[in-house]
């Protein structure tokens, strides 16, 4: 089953506006990654938070971490047209070294 | 550094044909991943490796699927016979240590007529 799920699966925002994904797990971890994914492209890594974490800040990106509630959050301030992508948390697993990634929110930003 | 390397980047081929897909991880990094993306699936892990070691192959659909890697700089995944439905995107990734930052490949995107 998936671990990690994320929510909404697509949403679409003004250019200059906050976007915020979210994304539920079932199992513990030892970290929580966002990544994102240009259309035709390899998934990139944005920001990696601990289980032991519970905000993040990354340049316009802010993650959060309820371990209590098994969900993060990436919010991403100003957006731009260029933050157009899928976006997709993954978590790490205690027992090995794979990650399990959900199946992505669409992020559209309109100029 | 060149980031991970995947050939070829597109490959289309009939059912039945072998299709051999390569990847040239980072430098000094000791894990590698194959994935394989698909809109109905997702993102699914299919086998990685650890200093050149396969650890975890669950994710293989069936034995028409194999992967290898015979040194730190080199991986290849191969599917033979190829079926219509295997068709999709095969990423490779690497990271310096388990369970933390990948570094993805820009993708082969296959095409099984």
């Known amino acids: 089953s998936q671990q990690g799920e994320e929510d909404p699966q697509a949403l679409s925002i003004q250019e200059g506006e906050n976007a915020t994904m979210n994304c539920s797990y079932k199992?513990?971890?030892?970290?929580l990654q966002w990544y994102r994914q240009n259309s035709g492209r390899g998934l990139v890594h944005l920001i990696l938070i601990r289980s032991n974490e519970r905000e993040k800040h990354s340049g316009r990106l802010r993650v959060t971490l309820d371990t209590s509630k098994k969900s993060s959050s990436l919010l991403i301030t100003a957006s731009r047209a260029a933050d157009t992508a899928s976006y997709f948390c993954a978590t790490d697993s205690p027992a090995n070294s794979k990650l399990t990634f959900g199946k992505g929110i669409t992020l559209s930003v309109r100029p | 550094d060149a980031g991970v390397i995947q050939s070829p980047r597109h490959e289309v081929t009939e059912m039945g044909q072998e299709v051999t897909l390569r990847c040239k991880p980072i430098?000094?990094?000791?894990?590698l991943f194959w994935y394989r993306q698909t809109m109905m699936r997702g993102l699914e892990l299919l086998i990685y490796?650890?200093?050149?070691?396969?650890?975890?192959d669950s994710g293989m659909p069936e034995d028409r699927f194999s992967a290898k890697m015979p040194n730190a700089s080199f991986s290849t995944l191969k599917i033979q016979p190829s079926e219509p439905r295997d068709s999709a995107v095969y990423f490779c990734?690497?990271?310096?240590?388990?369970?933390?930052?990948?570094?993805f490949g820009p993708g082969t995107r296959l095409t099984v007529l």
């Open positions: 490796f650890n200093n050149n070691v396969p650890i975890d």
């Open positions: 199992t513990s971890i030892n970290n």
């Open positions: 430098s000094g990094h000791d894990y």
């Open positions: 990734a690497s990271s310096p240590r388990g369970g933390r930052e990948q570094f």
